[in-house]
């Protein structure tokens, strides 16, 4: 018994292990913004914020309420906190910061303050920002999500009321199961 849930707690762990690695390779390079219908890529930055921004928005789309300030930004809170590593930056236009480290600003003009870069959106003229961002305005809801072609996260159907088939814990289907750990019927089994 004991050596069994030794090698139990050993697969848990390879299991573990190489699911982070597959989650680490498969980071998020961009996120949309979407505000009135209208969405814009943001290339991210390598770091813990945007890695757990992504991390975050794997569990679907957040929408956050911002608002114009100083002429040169949106900003709003986001409603939960990321990691800083806040640098003093010359933010400028399509730049995607982190305040404070639970507050989102997206500037259409410039400033320099102690940031943390998120990202980027890149491919609009200045006017063409100023317009998608809604400068000038308050209360502006905007949609943060991945790219659906990104995440290789795809919705579920249900599954079949039976099955007779075998599966290993990655979701193979197995001829001959051996001595392990599999899942049969909808249900994790120990061979």
């Known amino acids: 018994m ?5 090698s139990l707690a050993t697969m848990l762990l390879l ?3 190489s699911y982070g690695e597959i989650m680490a390779q498969n980071m998020q390079q961009n996120m949309n913004i979407t505000i009135g219908g209208q969405t814009q890529s943001v290339v991210f930055e390598d770091n813990d914020a945007t890695r757990a921004l992504a991390e975050r928005l794997m569990l679907g789309p957040v929408t956050v309420t911002l608002n114009s300030s100083g002429g ?25 910061v982190l305040y404070n480290g639970s507050n989102i600003c997206i500037f259409y003009g410039t400033n320099s303050w102690s940031y943390t870069r998120l990202g980027k959106i ?10 998608f961002l809604r400068a000038g305005e308050s209360g ?24 007779e ?3 290993s814990p990655d979701g193979k289907k197995v001829g001959n199961p051996s001595k392990g750990i599999y899942i049969k019927d909808g249900k994790k089994v120990i061979l």
């Open 72 to 96: 040169f930004e949106i900003w709003g809170s986001l409603g939960f906190s990321l990691p800083t590593s806040n640098q003093q930056i010359n933010a400028g236009p399509g730049d995607v």
């Open 122 to 131: 890149d491919g609009l003229t200045g006017a063409e920002l100023r317009s």
């Open 2 to 6: 004991k050596q069994m849930l030794l």
């Open 140 to 163: 502006i809801s905007v949609t943060l999500s991945l790219p659906s072609d990104e995440t290789g996260i795809h919705p579920l159907s249900p599954a079949p009321k039976s099955d």
């Open 15 to 17: 299991f573990s292990s």
């Open 165 to 167: 088939n075998t599966y």
